[in-house]
């Protein structure tokens, strides 16, 4: 017997444990009695097995009056399915799942919580299933939302239990819903892995469907912030400028341009190791100087390899520099690619805040000797990450560009002899318009025939 009942008569005081009703009644010969009673399941029933009804009836003084044939039974059991199971009585369900993510891969960003829907579809086949529900797990890269429409569901660690048409589902039935689930940065997997599996509490026929296996691939967007300080320092070449060309004689040879590179954490997702490349343009298409890594500094646990290129010359006021060749430099923008790039690498461990300092020297001889009017210094700051196959850099949070303004005056105004030249050929354009117009006959004047009326007149 069950230790608690599965349904009390509601005219009972107690309907906690009590399954019995006894009454009396008089019965006469030949008579037929029917008397309805009405009895209330509990909350969540078995609905698997069948009642057991049972009716116990005998005489309600057994000490006076007449006797009962002993012979006979005094009870009387009626079972009372709950399931309609067919002639055999034996259930025998036909579960199919399907299930449908609505991505096919994914890239988690950092603060984004981008959300995945499963549609799911259960049906059965054949008997009823009692009980069905349908078991989810999923991987800690993602967390459980909800499920629509409405359902009862269990959320147990990394697993949900969603009840299907409690407390069974019919034959030829078929339940449709939506599991809602959300990223979570702060694990890092290869992929979001989704177990789906339908079952029942009824014997089922080919299990082989019931299970839906989903893997979804997976990459992180890094939560990093790359910078530079902006450089405002614009550097004015003059003719009269001058520069060092022997040792007892001094000038400006150089300015100095301050670079800071900062790398910061942003969101839940761990900063990976980066590598940090900063390319400059170094020598023109004559070989001259054009900018020099001079000074590099770096926070706590960065390792720059940018010795070899700091001051490879070691020159310094003291020492006569080389004069650079005269030449044209024509080109706008002066970046790697037109010109011959250095550059130096850093590597940024996985912390909150890096930072590069770097010192360049604008060589201002180059500029003082070329023919120009006005250009820019690219300096390119490259950030990637050293092993790429989990996590990657936003397409606009991996690249820093730095523009150095370099302009050029012309002390004394226009020269004269440039005046002069535009004189004549102003003058010779002058010239030939005229002789083109004389060729046409611009400047013949046509003469009148006069009748003779008009000469005596």
Known sequence: LRTNARASFIDLESVKSERRSTMTLNIKDKEKKCLNETFMMSDRPDFKDPFLVSLEFGLADEDSGPVMDGSLSKFINKTIPLMDCGTDGKCVSELSLKAEPSVKSMLIKAKAKD???????????????YNSKVNISFTPNINYVKVEPKKECILSNMTVECAVR????????????TVRFETNASHIQEKIQINLTAMSDSEEQSPSDNRVEISIPVKYEAG????????????VVKDSDQYALKNNVSGI???????TYTVEKSGDILTPPLLLTVMYPHLSPMKNKL???????TSPGVNCRSSPRINPDQ????????????ETLSDYLLMCGETECASFKCSIPETNTSQVNVTFRVWKPTFIESAFSRLYLMVNGTLRIENERLIELSSNNNRRNVKIQVSKETVGGIPIWIIIVSILIGLLILALVIFILWRLGFFKRKSRDYSKEEMAD
Request: charged share 30%.
């Open 253 to 259: 040879t150089w300015e100095e341009i301050n670079l």
């Open 291 to 297: 900018l020099e890594l001079i000074y590099s500094s």
């Open 166 to 177: 409690y407390p069974f589902l019919g034959q030829n039935v078929e339940e449709h819903f």
């Open 115 to 129: 959300k995945i829907d499963v549609k799911i579809s259960v049906r059965n086949s054949r008997d009823s299933a």
């Open 315 to 326: 020159i310094n006021p003291a020492i006569k520099p080389l004069k650079p060749k005269k």
């Open 224 to 235: 990093v912030l790359f910078s530079v300080n902006r450089v405002d320092e614009h550097i």
